[in-house]
C-alpha cells in the first residue's frame, strides 16, 4: 500500500476515476456516482449519468478523494456540502431527528473489485477528510452500517462501514435505520 497516492477528483484525474467505473459498468447499474447529487440534471439512463458526473467535476461540483495506484484509479470516497450531495439513504428518520445540517457529507464509496480488502477505502476516508480540510473543514456526517456481529454483503456497505468511521474518530450521534447511523466528527 505504500505505492499508492490520494488526489481530489478534477478534470485532470477524471480520465482514471471514468476509467474505473467504466470497468465496472457504470457501477450499481449506471449510476456513475450521481445518485446522491439529486434528480436536478438527470434523464435516468448510464450515459446521462456519466455526462452529469463529468459536467459537476470539471464545474466543481462534485468532489472526491481517488486513491490512486500510479495513473490507475483504484477506488474512491466522496464528499460534498448538503447541497451538492441532497440524497441520502434512510432520508426521512434523518429528517425527524435533524437539529442542523453538517458542513460536509461523505455519502459514497466504491474500491475496484481486485482491490478490496486491502485498506483502499481507508484511505479514501482519510484523504477525504485532509481535503475538507484544506477546504475549510467544519462539521463532517457520514452515514454507513454497523456490521460487528453480523453477515453483510460488501456490495451493500456503498456508505462505508460504522467501525471504519469510528477509527478515523467519528462518533455515533444518532441511528436512522436498523443497522445505519449519522456518524459526526470535526474537521479543522
Same mark, same amino acid.
Given at each position: 500500500?505504500?505505492?499508492? =497516492? &490520494?488526489?481530489?477528483?478534477?478534470?485532470?484525474?477524471?480520465?482514471?476515476? %471514468?476509467? $474505473? #467505473?467504466?470497468?465496472?459498468?457504470?457501477? !450499481? /447499474?449506471?449510476?456513475?456516482?450521481? !445518485?446522491?447529487?439529486?434528480? @436536478? +440534471?438527470?434523464?435516468?439512463?448510464?450515459?446521462?449519468?456519466?455526462?452529469?458526473?463529468? =459536467?459537476? &467535476?470539471?464545474?466543481?461540483?462534485?468532489? %472526491?478523494?481517488?486513491? $490512486?495506484?500510479?495513473?490507475?484509479?483504484?477506488? !474512491?470516497? *466522496?464528499?460534498?456540502?448538503?447541497?451538492? $450531495?441532497?440524497? *441520502?439513504? /434512510?432520508?426521512?428518520?434523518?429528517?425527524?431527528?435533524? &437539529? %442542523?445540517?453538517?458542513? !460536509?457529507?461523505?455519502?459514497?464509496?466504491?474500491?475496484?473489485?481486485?482491490?478490496?480488502?486491502?485498506?483502499?477505502?481507508?484511505?479514501?476516508?482519510?484523504?477525504?477528510?485532509? *481535503?475538507?480540510?484544506?477546504? +475549510?473543514?467544519?462539521?463532517?456526517?457520514?452515514?454507513?452500517?454497523?456490521?460487528?456481529? =453480523?453477515?453483510?454483503?460488501?456490495?451493500?456497505?456503498?456508505?462505508?462501514?460504522? @467501525?471504519?468511521?469510528?477509527?478515523?474518530?467519528?462518533?455515533?450521534?444518532?441511528? #436512522?435505520?436498523?443497522?445505519?447511523? &449519522?456518524?459526526?466528527?470535526?474537521?479543522?
Amino acid at each position: 500500500m505504500t505505492a499508492l =497516492r &490520494v488526489a481530489e477528483l478534477d478534470g485532470t484525474t477524471w480520465p482514471a476515476y %471514468a476509467a $474505473l #467505473i467504466e470497468r465496472h459498468h457504470g457501477i !450499481w /447499474s449506471g449510476c456513475w456516482c450521481t !445518485w446522491f447529487h439529486g434528480d @436536478e +440534471g438527470k434523464d435516468g439512463t448510464e450515459a446521462g449519468n456519466r455526462a452529469l458526473n463529468e =459536467r459537476l &467535476v470539471r464545474e466543481g461540483g462534485a468532489h %472526491a478523494a481517488l486513491v $490512486l495506484d500510479g495513473d490507475t484509479c483504484i477506488g !474512491w470516497c *466522496q464528499y460534498g456540502s448538503p447541497a451538492e $450531495l441532497p440524497n *441520502q439513504k /434512510s432520508a426521512k428518520e434523518y429528517r425527524k431527528s435533524l &437539529v %442542523a445540517l453538517p458542513d !460536509w457529507r461523505i455519502t459514497c464509496f466504491f474500491v475496484d473489485r481486485t482491490r478490496r480488502h486491502q485498506g483502499v477505502a481507508n484511505r479514501a476516508l482519510a484523504g477525504a477528510l485532509a *481535503q475538507i480540510s484544506a477546504r +475549510g473543514g467544519g462539521r463532517v456526517e457520514a452515514y454507513p452500517e454497523a456490521v460487528t456481529g =453480523r453477515k453483510t454483503s460488501g456490495s451493500f456497505l456503498f456508505n462505508g462501514t460504522v @467501525e471504519m468511521f469510528e477509527k478515523a474518530g467519528f462518533s455515533r450521534d444518532r441511528q #436512522i435505520a436498523t443497522h445505519r447511523w &449519522v456518524m459526526v466528527r470535526d474537521v479543522s
